[in-house]
């Protein structure tokens, strides 16, 4: 049974928050690989606390993957989405707009370097390999928040995935330490420019995980390994704890929260 609890927030500003939390609201997730995603963790917390969920998935190699994640998450959209194609990107939206005619929620979880760019040192990098690490990873979810921005009639969160690489070297992280620090900044200047609209940007950075992104990166597992020890809570992060950090930023509890890089990192970023 739905009910409604009355918050006493400051005055005149009390909203009514319902049970599930993010009940009736709807989410577009990008970026679910196989059931190790970090949108897969955060499209699966969306749903427990009561969010429809539409998915999209990067070619037909992945769908084998990731469609029985959406028949789980009860997903009612369930779409191709390659970034590089804008009328790819621009169907996700039309449709998502005629079926539901609104969205509250917009993760975007994709990231890209050609494996020679991104395991070649920045110094080496390409060109064209710097170019479609930032189109794919940092500007395809300004066009993404370009399009969800009209749809979030009553506001929204939108949603980015950055890593600790943006703002310290870590070795190996290469090209998309750049590329990260630009997404990071993208998102405190989407934050500034929509706030007006009630919708909140956040930029989450995640500790290491082993995900298919994160295979590209060389001696990954040494760097699980030294996350694991330096972290003060003395383990790992799971999918699932960036999903729940993620769903309580899209809620009414976070309403005033904005523009944040929200570390979900057991604690390893404040270490020197």
């Keep these: 049974m739905t009910r409604t609890i009355k918050a006493r927030p400051a005055k005149g500003m009390g909203p009514e928050i319902r049970r599930p939390v993010l009940k009736g609201m709807k989410a577009l997730v990008a970026g679910i690989a196989n059931q190790h995603s970090i949108a897969y963790g955060c499209a699966k917390a969306f749903r427990e606390l009561g969010a429809d969920i539409a998915i999209t998935y990067v070619n037909e190699k992945t769908k084998s993957y990731v469609e029985p994640l959406a028949r789980e998450l009860e997903a009612p959209i369930f779409m191709p989405l390659d970034v590089a194609h804008d009328e790819a990107l621009e ?73 600790y690489g943006a703002n310290k070297v870590v070795p190996n992280y290469n090209v998309m330490g750049p590329v990260k620090a630009a997404l990071e900044a993208s998102c405190r200047y989407l934050a500034y420019e929509l706030g007006k609209q009630r919708i909140r940007v956040h930029a ?14 060389k001696d990954f597992d040494l760097l699980l390994n030294q996350a694991a020890g330096r972290a003060p809570v003395g383990e790992l992060v799971d999918i699932m704890d960036v999903g729940f950090a993620c769903a309580y930023l899209a809620t009414p509890y976070a309403r005033r929260i904005t523009g944040e890089t929200m570390y979900v990192d057991g604690g390893v970023n404040i270490m020197a």
């Design 204 to 217: 989450i950075s995640p500790g290491p995980l082993k995900t298919r992104a994160a295979s590209g990166l």
């Design 91 to 163: 169907a996700v939206f039309q449709t998502v707009e005629k079926k539901w005619g609104r969205l509250d929620i917009l993760l975007h979880s994709l990231a890209f370097a050609p494996k020679e760019d991104l395991r070649g040192g920045l110094l080496n990098c390409s060109r064209d390999g710097f170019r479609q690490a930032m189109d794919i990873s940092c500007h395809s979810f300004i066009r993404m928040a370009r399009l969800a921005a009209p749809l979030m009639k009553e506001g929204g969160t939108m949603f980015a995935m950055s890593y």
